[in-house]
Nanobody
């Protein structure tokens, strides 16, 4: 059983930065992703990183957000720069037990509890 624990959320003004972390309970040679969900909206995949370190992002965050991982620390990161009010959401990390990354949230095997990000204008 894998446990994921996110941290690093908070409140920031537009244009600011935050760095989210997701600590996993063990070695994570799998696909890991960041999702977010705003009130009244569906959960959206922000981006993902596969076992080989290849990343992908949703167009709305490309160029502003960066996903990275430290396998030695079993930790996933999301560096968020140039934050906008529309980035306000609960952010979740998720793990899929394979080297490649699926698109939909229903495919992911494990989820963290989420960390809130609020961006004010």
């Amino acid at each position: 059983q894998v446990q994921l624990v996110e941290s690093g959320g908070g409140s920031v003004q537009a244009g600011g930065s935050l760095r989210l972390s997701c600590a996993a309970s063990g070695y994570i040679p799998y696909c890991m992703a960041w999702f977010r969900q705003a009130p009244g909206k569906e959960r959206e995949r922000v981006g993902q990183i596969d076992r080989d370190g290849n990343t992908g992002y949703v167009p709305s965050v490309k160029g502003r957000f960066t996903i990275s991982r430290d396998n030695a620390k079993s930790t996933l990161y999301l560096q968020m720069n140039s934050l906008k009010p529309e980035d306000t959401a609960m952010y979740y990390c998720a793990l899929f037990r394979n080297s490649w990354c699926p698109d939909g949230p229903s495919a992911y095997n494990y989820w963290g509890q989420g960390t809130q990000v609020t961006v004010s204008s």
